[in-house]
Structure formats: structure tokens, C-alpha cells
């Protein structure tokens, strides 16, 4: 014996009396099948129904070989339950399945693509189209979609035979077993097979709104939503809009361009703090040496917040105002150091700072008479710098 489905018949049934027909685990949660449901089980781009069962919530509906499997929050004793379907959650789900019909009927008739995949998620709704459509082309099949809704066409569902079906050029979808062919009809629309729940009438989709698209594969995936998704996406939206134009203290027109302006705002001025601040490397590089005692050719200092590139830097300029080395080091979010020597310099820098990194429980590399590395350890940085120091200028 199958579950008999009464939402096939019944898109708009939330509740139901049933019994229970076989109970076991499925992946470890209780599970139940009944003699008949009016819970939608995951199918055809569209989600299950959620609700209770026996005032038990049901967390998943599946289509196993004809029969309807309730997977429960917790076990459930009685024989003979009551389901109660979310009705709020069905009727959204209604109103993207049906929308969905009939944009991709539109997309076919103003753009030949046709629909190859469908997915209703938590916010947004896609639909894939095996070939690219143009923002005209959206547009149009936003516009005929809507037209649709707005002339309120009696939506109808008729079981067929295979050989019907195929006779009226439909192929029978691959949940559908047996001869019976459910048809989902859309007066003087669209006529297709399938096994979810739509309205019985176009209107009820209210909306149909094209958020975008993008290229998929050698075509389109098209996002949408409809009915209260829609205007729920409206209010969603224009909230950011709103907090937008009060932070660039424009209207919604000038939005973009205020943007734009403050984006290239930041630009110049991150241009113009690298530029202060390569200036002011080539003063402290120059102070540094200054500051060391005569015949000394290393130089050793350790700075607070500083980032490795500027770190690096100041390595590279220090060994290139005057033949020597530089150990530097940071006290930033990690412990950052950077060792340079000039050209000719016989130091093997690279495994200075290998052995410097270690105790800071980090990681670093170089090559030549550059290396760079840091770890989390902030309070072995200067030991890590006085043991690099030690053996840079012992006798060789
Ligand atoms: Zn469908």
C-alpha cells in the first residue's frame, strides 16, 4: 500500500486525520509512514511542508517508492493522529512553485530558453535556462509573467496517461510512477507535469519580481520571488536603502553616485597616506642609522602596530641607504619580523630568520638578502631579535 496524498487533490488542506502505517529511524530520528497525508514531501525543486503530527513537529517529508516519509522531532505513541501543515510556510510555497511555472512558460515564449532546473529556497527562488537571455528578455517575460497574474486564469490539475502526456509533447517527470501523469494547467497558459501544490488561480501568485541573473553553465540561473516574498524582499531592501541615503545623506537617485564619490575619496587617500608614509620610512631608515654607534653595520628596532609590509619596507630602505643588516620587529596582531642585508653581505638571511621565527611559534620564509615571518608569540619577539642580533655579529 502507498500513502494516499491528499494534497494532490487538496493544495489548500492543513489538517487531516490519519493512522499510523509503519514506524521506524531514519538517520538516527524517529520516523512514521501514515495511510494518508496532507504533507508535501520534498520534490521537484520544491521543499517539504513542515507542521505536527500528533502535536509532534515534523522536521522532514520524503518521497520514498510511493510512500511519504514524516521524519519527527521525537517518537510518537498514538496510532490514530492529527497533522497540522504550516500553512503560512505551504502558502508561500504555492504561490514561488506556481510563479515559477509561469515565468518559465514566458521565458519560453519571449526567448525560446527553457527551463532545466528549479530551486526554491529560503529567500530567493532560481531557475535555471539552457541558454542566456538578455535584460530585455527578462524584462518581457517579467511583464507577460504579470500580465498572467493579473488576469486571474482558473489553475487547474488533470491526471493523464503516459501516451497522453507525450501526445500533448510533456514528459512525465521522474517522481511520477506508474501511467498517471498529473498535469498542472494554467488556462490558455501554460500546461505542465507535476507533483506539487498551486494555487487555483494565477492571481494568487500576486507578484512575480526578477532580481537577477547570472551565467550558468551555456545559460542563464534567473533569481526571483513572488507573492508576499516579494513584497517582503521590497521591505527587506528598502531598509538598507533607507540606512544608505541617511549615511551618504542623499536621496535614492544620488545613492550611486554618492557612493562612487566616497570610494574614490578613499582611493586618493590611501594613495596619498602610502606616499606620507614611503617618505617618512626613508626619515626613520635615516634616523635609525644616525643613531647607531660608529662602526656598527646593524641596526635593530622593534615597533608597535606595525604591519609586515611596512615592516619590509623598512628592512629593504635601511639596507640600501648603507651596506649593512637590519632586524626588525612588531608588536601587531602577531609578532611580525623582517631581516634584510645589503647586496654582498655574506649573512644567510633566510635561515636568520628561520631560527628567529621558531620561538615565536610562527611561521616565515625569504630568499637572498630579504625574509619575512611572524607568530603568536608577542613576548619572545625581542629575545628572538637580541639572539639574531648576537649571531649576526659574532666573528665568522
Ligand atoms: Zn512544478
Known sequence: ????????????????????????????????????????????????????????????????GGDVVHVLASSLAADAVRGEIDGARRCDHREQHHGQHLLSRAFEDVAQARTVSFHLGAEEVTIDLDREVTDAQLRAAEERTNAVIAAARPVTVRIVTRAEAQRLGLKAPPEDAGDAVRLVDAEGFDLQPCSGTHPRSTSEVGLVAILGR????????????????????????????????????????GLADAAQRALDARSAAEKRVRELLLQSLDGEA?????????????????????????????????????????????????AYLAFAQSEGLPHDI?????????????????????????????????TALADAERAVRAPR
Not at 33 to 61: K, N
Not at 299 to 328: F, H, I, N, S
Not at 355 to 373: C, F
Request: overall charge positive; glycine content about 12%.
Open 1 to 64: 500500500m502507498t500513502t494516499a496524498r491528499l494534497y494532490r487533490d487538496d493544495p489548500y488542506l492543513l489538517s487531516f486525520e490519519a493512522h499510523v502505517v509503519r514506524r521506524f529511524e531514519h538517520e538516527g530520528r524517529p520516523a512514521v509512514i501514515l495511510d494518508r497525508t496532507a504533507f508535501y514531501p520534498e520534490s521537484g525543486g520544491q521543499p517539504w511542508d513542515l507542521g505536527t503530527l500528533g502535536g509532534t513537529p515534523v522536521v522532514a517529508v520524503l518521497d520514498e
Open 214 to 253: 547570472e551565467r550558468h553553465k551555456a545559460g542563464s540561473r534567473v533569481r526571483f520571488v513572488c507573492g508576499r516574498r516579494a513584497l517582503e524582499t521590497f521591505h527587506r531592501q528598502h531598509a538598507v536603502l533607507d540606512r544608505l541615503t541617511s549615511l551618504f545623506s542623499t536621496g535614492t537617485e
Open 286 to 334: 635615516q634616523r635609525l642609522w644616525a643613531a647607531q654607534p660608529a662602526g656598527s653595520n646593524v641596526v635593530r628596532a622593534t615597533y608597535e602596530g606595525w604591519d609586515p609590509e611596512t615592516l619590509r619596507g623598512l628592512a629593504q630602505r635601511l639596507v640600501a641607504l648603507r651596506p649593512g643588516v637590519a632586524l626588525l620587529g612588531s608588536r601587531s596582531d602577531k
Open 350 to 382: 633566510p635561515a636568520l630568520l628561520k631560527a628567529a621565527v621558531a620561538p615565536l611559534g610562527g611561521r616565515g620564509g625569504g630568499k637572498g638578502n630579504l625574509a619575512q615571518g611572524g607568530g603568536d608569540r608577542l613576548d619572545q619577539l625581542e
